[in-house]
Structures are given as structure tokens and as C-alpha cells.
């Protein structure tokens, strides 16, 4: 089975821009999550999406959104980007909810300039 | 919400000395899962515990879950260069820890 995969991989925006990421994950699993990871504030949860809706959401503010299409692929899409916003992207998929053992793409490095 | 603490934030170790990571829930949690994150690396999971005093093995990693559930810890026997990267606990809803990181020196 092909693992998670996320699009791209490295990306550079500037202040005020919006990002749109993407996350496939493993074939038949229906839940997929999102964190951010930064040095200092570890593995931050943004939004788990389960079967095209949104079941669980961190403490984000409406900046960030998400979505999942109907073959459970899942975007992300920051808007005004901050510095601050600089970080790793990681989606994570399982077969139920973040019950169950998630599967982690290699993430996508975001540089806020 | 729930929290979910754990500690140490960093251990070096010397190879062959023991380690050990605690996870620490303010709530009573469903079940606790661990992942360990090599250098450069995403995530990677590792194991999942259900039952209260549960207590599972992996060659020399032992993982516990307390008799309240809420509760955790790894312990790795002999450590190797092969376990360095950062360990992370996570209660359900995507609250991870902040993570352990180890280093170890050969």
C-alpha cells in the first residue's frame, strides 16, 4: 500500500498570501487529521475530517480551514499568512478517527517571509 | 480540554543506559498511543494501549498504561543509537504531548 502523501512538500509565501495543502491518504482510510509542528510548541492538532466531515478541531484561529473530498483526500488552506505560521504541516491518516493509529505523510515545510 | 503533559523534554543518554518517558493526562483517557519521530523524520507509531495496567513489550521497549488510564510511560532497556529521535504520547482527539527528545552518545 502507498503511504500518506502530501503536496507539496516545501513551500515559501509571503505575509498576507494564502496556502492551500494537500494530503492523500492510505487507501480505505476515511479519517484524516492535521497538525502543525513547530520547534517550540511540538505537534499542535488542527482538524480531523471524517468521511468529508469535520469531527474534531484544535485550538486554530479561522485562518485555518479544511476540507476532505469524497475519495478522502484532504486540503488545508491558511489564509493571511502570518509568520508565525512558519512550520511543518503533517497530515495523518487512520481507518476510523484519531482513536486508531494514525499514519503521518512527510509533511509539508511551510516558510512564512 | 484535555491535556496531556509529558516529561522529560529532552534525555541524553550515554548507549546502554536505560531510559525512560511519562505521559500525563488531565482526564481519563480512552486509550494511548506512542509515536517516535527520528531526525528530519515524520511520526511514526508505534503502539496503541486500551486496558488499564496494561503493560506490552517490543524487544527492548516496554510501554505501560496506568490503572486510572490516565497515565503512561515508555521505557527503552539499553539504549541504542538506533532510538534516538523524539518520543510522543498521544490521548484521543489528536492531543499529542510535547514529546521526549533523546540523544544518545555511542
Known amino acids: 500500500k502507498a503511504g500518506v502523501t502530501q503536496t507539496p512538500r516545501y513551500l515559501i509565501k509571503t505575509r498576507g498570501q494564502q496556502v492551500t495543502l494537500s494530503c492523500s491518504p492510505i487507501?480505505?482510510?476515511?479519517?484524516v487529521s492535521w497538525y502543525q509542528q513547530t520547534p517550540g510548541q511540538g505537534l499542535q492538532f488542527l482538524f480531523e475530517?471524517?468521511?468529508?466531515?469535520?469531527?474534531n478541531k484544535g485550538n486554530f484561529p479561522g485562518r485555518f480551514s479544511g476540507r476532505q473530498f469524497s475519495n478522502s483526500r484532504s486540503e488545508m488552506n491558511v489564509s493571511t499568512l502570518e509568520l508565525g505560521d512558519s512550520a511543518l504541516y503533517l497530515c495523518?491518516?487512520?481507518?476510523?478517527?484519531?482513536?486508531?493509529?494514525?499514519?503521518f505523510g512527510p509533511g509539508t515545510r511551510l516558510t512564512v517571509t | 480540554g484535555q491535556q496531556v503533559m509529558q516529561i522529560p523534554q529532552y534525555q541524553h543518554v550515554q548507549e546502554g543506559e536505560d531510559f525512560t518517558t511519562y505521559c500525563n493526562s488531565s482526564?481519563?483517557?480512552?486509550?494511548i498511543q506512542w509515536y517516535k519521530q527520528r531526525p528530519g523524520g515524520h511520526p511514526v507509531f508505534l503502539i496503541q494501549?486500551?486496558?488499564?495496567?496494561e503493560v506490552k513489550k517490543q524487544k527492548r521497549l516496554t510501554f505501560q498504561f496506568g490503572e486510572a488510564k490516565k497515565n503512561s510511560s515508555l521505557h527503552i532497556t539499553a539504549t541504542q543509537t538506533t532510538d534516538v529521535g523524539t518520543y510522543f504520547c498521544?490521548?484521543?482527539?489528536?492531543?499529542f504531548g510535547a514529546g521526549t527528545r533523546l540523544t544518545v552518545k555511542p
Open positions: 495523518a491518516s487512520s481507518l476510523g478517527r484519531t482513536d486508531y493509529e494514525q499514519y
Open positions: 487507501s480505505g482510510h476515511r479519517s
Open positions: 475530517y471524517f468521511s468529508e466531515t469535520q469531527r
Open positions: 482526564t481519563t483517557l480512552s486509550n
Open positions: 494501549l486500551v486496558k488499564s495496567g
Open positions: 498521544a490521548g484521543q482527539s489528536g492531543r
